[in-house]
């Protein structure tokens, strides 16, 4: 051949065309899509404005056994992720917000998380590498479920429970295929079992508990002394991390265990704490989150099991992801609360099995789909540029995004910052390119396609709408009226009751103005205090007898919860 020749098809080949330029490629990708929508914004309810109150609460009063939240003890979940996220708003604080530096945290356990799904996928493959075509095509898949896209830039614990999730499918998966493994596989089962149980309670730790004592009747080399012996070792990591936190717990105060273990654990389960926690079960939203929370990488482990994966329950590499995914939904639809992240940790085994999945579709339809995808993706960043340059003028705005009123504020001036901007453009013209990095193997392209495409439209509209996003689902606005509609008659030791303040509003209250509110089911029990805050829904409350009404406000986001203001009427 030439060397004309040669450098033509230099030129014509990919750069995904090896293992480490393609592990480097989809590296950057990651990189790309987990800063955007993790740094830039205020808290948001409901998940993210409570953690990060316990956060600060923790920062500032350097007390990290009881979660609490503006003033009050909180004890929905374990306190790992938020002594990590207290750690990392500790140090990075001088240089971020600290909502931005606690926030990172998340960003540090999807890492953690991304690299043992990688080694769980090596294992289950058998493959040389982490770098194999098969390891890839499951972080990739991973990376980009719908949920795992969204909840990856959140500020809340389940980012560590995945880790944690990760780190036991690692080991007990080197357990299993090695026919009892060694023991530091049972360090690693033990060390994320551990990891789940302070991050989210005995949830996923029963999980784990409930498959690996199942495993055995479906994998033949797993019955044997060593196995168990290496379960036990296993426990006995898991043991302390599981328990030291909860121990502690009870002895410094035995009502706050009853909230956290009987009334947020066994209670939200079996259902008796439902009424009063809140996040009844809706008996469809399992299936749900299964097809839509999950996808692509749930479809595509249902397809692979029902075109012939079940008659290989007999392997540990099928029978471990699969059981795991069955016992978890099993108790997640029997549940009396449920949620659709808390399919979260399932994401992992399901990637795994849906990257086989992938890998058996016939490549005339894979190569459908690959046509299909840029035109869906590239539709959704014209949309996205357009509203952009629509949003950057009132009258364009009341013109031509009026569909959007319900959700955002149209009387907002979107402010024009060059750096997001040129984020954004650079965005758009590498996904432009995307040929130049797309692995020229057709499995693997339609995975990188599917992943590029899912960050593209993920990170513009959080680059270039990410203020006008924080305007409508934020509270600093909200709360920026509200003091200044009392900073004039505000005195020194005066307090602030409230009535129906939910437990994100409050600490975003105590953030933003400094005011930490003191909770009261009646008017008449705020009496100590000149001011009262009250949360209505649906319609304003009218004012209650011996108060005058001071101000009302809102997310413009939101239309059917209102704050409301009031002054004690002197006697």
């Known amino acids: 051949m030439s060397s004309k020749a040669l450098s033509s098809a230099a030129q014509a080949q990919p750069l995904a065309s090896s293992p480490a330029s393609l592990a480097t490629i989809l590296l950057v990708a990651m990189l790309v899509y987990a800063l955007p929508g993790t740094l830039g914004h205020t808290p948001w309810k409901q998940d993210e404005a409570y953690s990060f109150g316990i956060i600060q609460h923790m920062l500032e009063s ?44 998340s960003t540090f356990y999807v890492g953690v998380a991304g690299v043992f799904v990688a080694l769980f996928a090596q294992i ?56 009892g493994g060694t023991r530091h596989d049972a360090l690693w089962l033990g060390l994320g079992v551990g990891i789940a149980a302070l991050s989210k309670g005995v949830f996923i730790p029963s999980v784990f508990a409930a498959t690996a004592v199942l495993l055995p009747l479906a994998v033949r080399p797993c019955r044997n002394r060593r196995y168990y012996a290496r379960l036990v070792l296993a426990g006995l990591v898991a043991l302390p991390l599981a328990v030291s936190w909860p121990v502690a717990l009870y002895l410094h ?43 692509p990488a749930g479809i595509l482990a249902l397809s692979y099991m029902l075109r012939g994966g079940w008659r290989k329950l007999g392997r540990a590499e099928i029978a471990l992801p699969l059981l795991f995914v069955a016992i978890g939904l099993a108790v997640l639809q029997t549940s009396a609360t449920s949620r659709h992240l ?25 190569l459908g789909v690959n046509r299909v995808l840029p035109w869906l993706f590239g539709t959704l960043a014209l949309t996205v540029w ?20 319900p959700w955002l504020p149209l009387d907002y001036t979107m402010p024009v910052k060059l750096v997001p901007l040129l984020f954004a453009l650079a965005l758009t013209v590498a996904w432009l390119q995307r040929d130049r990095w797309l692995s020229a193997n057709g499995r693997v392209a339609i995975t990188q396609q599917w992943l590029f495409g899912i960050v593209l439209a ?23 009226q509200m003091e200044s509609a009392i900073r004039s008659d505000w005195q020194a030791g005066d307090c602030l009751s409230s009535m129906e303040l939910g437990e994100s509003e409050a600490p975003l209250l105590y953030y933003f103005t400094g005011i930490l509110h003191q909770p009261v089911t009646t008017p008449k029990q705020a009496r100590e205090c000149r001011w009262l805050l009250l949360e209505a829904k649906g319609t304003p409350a009218a004012p209650p007898v011996g108060w005058m009404p001071i101000w009302r406000g809102g997310r413009d986001g939101d239309r059917d919860e209102f704050l409301q203001l009031f002054s004690r009427l002197p006697n």
């Open 124 to 179: 289950s493959f058998r493959a040389p590498s982490v770098l194999s075509r098969r390891v890839l095509i499951t972080v990739a898949l991973y990376a980009s479920t719908v949920g795992m896209v969204k909840h990856a830039h959140d500020l809340f614990t389940d980012m560590s429970l995945c880790a944690g999730t990760a780190i036991a499918l690692y080991g007990l998966q080197r357990l299993a295929c090695q026919a």
């Open 458 to 480: 993920w990170s513009l509209p959080f680059t270039l709408l990410l203020p006008w996003l924080d305007q409508a689902k934020g509270y600093g606005a909200v709360y920026a």
């Open 342 to 366: 808390y399919l979260l940790p399932f994401t992992a085994p399901l990637a795994v099995l849906g990257a086989r999945g992938l890998l058996r579709l016939p490549l005339r339809f894979l």
């Open 386 to 405: 357009a509203i952009y340059f629509a949003s950057l003028s009132q009258e364009t705005m009341q013109t031509w995004l009026q569909p959007l009123s």
């Open 62 to 105: 350097g007390q990290l056994l009881v979660p609490t939240n503006a003033g009050q003890p909180f004890m929905e979940k374990p306190p790992l992720y938020y002594w990590t996220a207290t750690a990392f708003a500790a140090v990075l604080q001088r240089w971020l917000p600290l909502y931005d530096a606690a926030r990172l945290a």
């Open 253 to 295: 105060s035995p009502a706050l265990f009853d909230v956290w273990f009987w009334q947020n654990n066994v209670g939200r389960y079996v259902g008796y704490s439902v009424p009063q926690l809140g996040s009844a079960a809706n008996h469809t939203r399992v299936i749900e989150a299964f097809l839509f929370f999950a996808f």
